[in-house]
């Protein structure tokens, strides 16, 4: 009996110090999944930064009013989002993709050369909860530079 209480063991101590992925809840339940894949809309529609910048940003709250204003408006977290956008207030959102402060990474390079958000960041028009699935790792990050000839000496990440 000692081997099946001991692969139990390891299989608590994974479940119980974060073997799961990272998926923080955020200040309004916002489904990517009911937007992207139920309502179509683009990614860069509220990520437009990823075209032209390094960062892909996220829409500030006046666009979500653009359609909330009409849209759901007795919905609960829709009356929060009103709420916010009422009371002047900024909306922090929790970072859920995150690199140490000595990494270089640029969205704009990875659109043009056509490598989809879903190669880093999952399918994420079938999340409710944005969940981390892929873990940015330099290994991850060096392989893809190899097989694609993209540069991969030190100083393309690394300041
Ligand atoms: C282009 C229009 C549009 C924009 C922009 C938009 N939404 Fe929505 N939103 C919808 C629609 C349509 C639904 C789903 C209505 C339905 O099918 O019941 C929805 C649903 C929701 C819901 C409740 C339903 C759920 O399951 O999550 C929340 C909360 C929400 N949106 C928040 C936001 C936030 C926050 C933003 C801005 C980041 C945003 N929306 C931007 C159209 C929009
Ligand atoms: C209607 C607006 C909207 C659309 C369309 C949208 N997003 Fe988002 N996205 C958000 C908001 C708001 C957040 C912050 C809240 C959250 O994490 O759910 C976010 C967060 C994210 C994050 C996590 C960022 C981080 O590290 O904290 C990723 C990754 C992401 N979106 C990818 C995508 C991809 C890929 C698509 C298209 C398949 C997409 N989004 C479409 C509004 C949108
Ligand atoms: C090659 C991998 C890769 C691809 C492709 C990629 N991302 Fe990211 N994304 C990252 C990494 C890594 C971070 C964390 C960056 C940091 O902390 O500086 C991030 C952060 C983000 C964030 C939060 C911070 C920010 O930049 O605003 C959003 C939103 C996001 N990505 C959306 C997208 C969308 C939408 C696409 C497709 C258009 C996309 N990403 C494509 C790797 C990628
Ligand atoms: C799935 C493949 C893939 C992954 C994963 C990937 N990259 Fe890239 N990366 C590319 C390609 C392709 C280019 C474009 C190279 C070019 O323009 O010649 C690029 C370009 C870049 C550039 C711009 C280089 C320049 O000199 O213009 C940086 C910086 C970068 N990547 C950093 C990262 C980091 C950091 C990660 C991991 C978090 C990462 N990349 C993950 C494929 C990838
Ligand atoms: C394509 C992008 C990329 C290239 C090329 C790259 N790195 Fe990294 N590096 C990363 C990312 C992303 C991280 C942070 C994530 C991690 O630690 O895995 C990192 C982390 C590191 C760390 C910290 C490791 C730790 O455990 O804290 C060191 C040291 C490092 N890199 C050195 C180098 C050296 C030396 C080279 C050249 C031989 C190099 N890197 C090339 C992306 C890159």
Do not use: N
């Not at 500030?60 to 829709?78: A, N």
């Not at 079938?126 to 000496?153: F, K, L, Q």
């Amino acid at each position: 009996m000692l081997v099946p209480s001991a692969v139990a063991a390891i299989l608590f101590a994974r479940w119980a110090f974060g073997a799961h992925p990272y998926a923080p809840q955020q200040p309004i339940d916002f489904s990517h999944r009911v937007h992207v894949a139920d309502d179509k809309l683009d990614c860069e529609l509220c990520h437009s930064g990823a075209r032209r910048s390094p960062v892909a940003g996220i829409a500030p709250l006046e666009r979500c009013i653009g359609c909330h204003k009409y849209v759901l408006t007795p919905h609960p977290e829709v009356a929060k989002l009103r709420r916010m956008w009422e009371a002047g207030k900024p909306i922090w959102w929790t970072r859920v993709y995150t690199l140490p402060q000595f990494v270089r990474f640029d969205h704009a390079s990875h659109l043009l050369a056509k490598v989809g958000c879903e190669t880093c960041h999952g399918d994420v028009a079938s999340m409710d909860r944005i969940t981390r699935v892929v873990e940015p790792t330099m290994g991850a990050c060096v392989r893809c530079h190899r097989e694609r000839r993209a540069p991969d000496d030190c100083l393309t990440c690394h300041y």
